[in-house]
């Protein structure tokens, strides 16, 4: 979060720390907030000792399916919407989005990092959901501090003072401990893994850094850059930066122009462009060529435009057509009429024809009219 500092008399800063302990006053008093569920069996307590004891204690006594959550301030970006199992029939007054039903058909939540834009409140919290069964637990669940739960009967138990590195260090062992090589989605460690990223602490930016290390599996170094880019700001850059460097893996470097584009650091883009003129891997060339256009732009078109003259591989310089295609019509268009009249690779030249078919611009067909009646 930014705090203002306003040397304008002492009346003023007075009242800048007034207003920051209000703010913090608010902050605590959600953090020891009992959500609002809708379970006949409802336990609240307050954390004695280690939060991964006591876990491990409630998940051995756990024969019956049951639920345990907890709440952790957020990154300040992170909205978690009630949606996937919702009742909207029960959508009530004050912006509550409804009761978010936890025994049901979905497993997700979903949600939304924001455009970049720090917005000046106080600091929000999410709720980190944990459910048991035969003595194991199987699933974690991140959810909007607004959403009231329906634990469709079973136990729930509500933990208050629990400390974010806590919590990390908790969810890092679900993320170590699950099989992210499977074909199927590993939804257990997939939602501890969103669940360290969303933290407003440093110890998840640790964490995550970690799982990028050559020795994890790739599916998990995979969707860590994702996080890294989407959620952890200054932090995650500077590792995607470092991964950019030293990442050989053909299964994971690709992914990393994504993680680049979803990244809301201003340099994030120029990491883009370098990627998709110098890149070794032709494929990872076209992935960085593929994102910039959805980032769009004149740094984007620019780079795009020269990969389209300049780079060696026809396949890349057929992926850089697409990218035109997927820029803004004014921007990609007349650059796509361009490269059909002009460029010396066949190939290239169908592929920019191709694309103007798809585009449905009155440019494009004028263009046609005009090659066809010549």
């Not at 850059?225 to 200054?234: E, Y």
């Not at 110098?278 to 740094?299: V, Y």
């Not at 268009?333 to 690779?345: D, M, R, S, Y």
């Amino acid at each position: 979060m930014m705090r203002g500092i306003f040397l304008l008399g002492a009346g003023i800063v007075a009242a800048g720390m007034l207003a920051g302990a209000a703010s913090r006053g608010q902050a605590q008093e959600r953090e020891s907030a009992v959500p609002r569920v809708n379970s006949v069996q409802m336990e609240t307590r307050a954390l004695n000792g280690s939060l991964g004891d006591e876990v491990k204690k409630w998940e051995e006594q756990a024969a019956q399916a049951q639920w345990l959550g907890y709440s952790i301030p957020a990154v300040a970006e992170s909205r978690v919407g009630c949606c996937g199992d919702y009742d909207n029939g029960r959508n009530g007054a004050g912006g509550h989005c409804g009761n978010y039903r936890l025994e049901g058909r979905g497993d997700g939540s979903s949600i939304n990092t924001g455009d970049g834009t720090v917005k000046l409140e106080a600091p929000r919290n999410l709720r980190i959901l944990l459910r048991a069964e035969n003595r194991q637990i199987g699933k974690v669940r991140v959810v909007d501090e607004d959403c009231a739960l329906d634990s469709g009967g079973l136990r729930f138990v509500w933990l208050t003072g629990v400390k974010p590195p806590e919590s990390v260090a908790l969810l890092e062992g679900f993320v170590l401990s699950s099989d992210f090589e499977q074909r199927k989605t590993d939804r257990f460690g997939n939602g501890a893994l969103t669940a360290i990223a969303l933290h407003a602490d440093s110890s998840a930016d640790r964490a995550l850094e970690s799982f990028t290390s050559p020795d994890r599996p790739a599916a998990l170094r995979r969707q860590t850059t994702f996080w890294l880019g989407a959620a952890r700001g200054g932090a995650g850059f500077a590792v995607l930066k470092k991964l950019e460097k030293s990442e050989t893996s053909q299964e994971v470097r690709p992914q990393l122009p994504f993680a680049f584009s979803v990244s809301h650091e201003p340099e994030a883009v120029t990491e883009m462009i370098r990627m998709a003129k110098n890149d070794e891997s032709a494929h990872t060339r076209g992935q960085a060529l593929f994102w910039l256009a959805q980032k769009a732009g004149q740094k984007a078109a620019g780079a795009i435009t020269d990969a389209i003259e300049n780079d060696p591989d026809t396949s890349v310089k057929k992926q850089a057509v697409f990218a035109l295609s997927q820029l803004p019509k004014d921007e990609g268009v007349p650059k796509l009429i361009e490269v059909a009249q002009n460029n010396h690779n066949l190939a290239v030249r169908k592929q920019a024809m191709f694309w103007l078919g798809q585009s449905n611009d009155p440019r494009a067909l004028q263009f046609f009219e005009k090659v066809l009646t010549q």
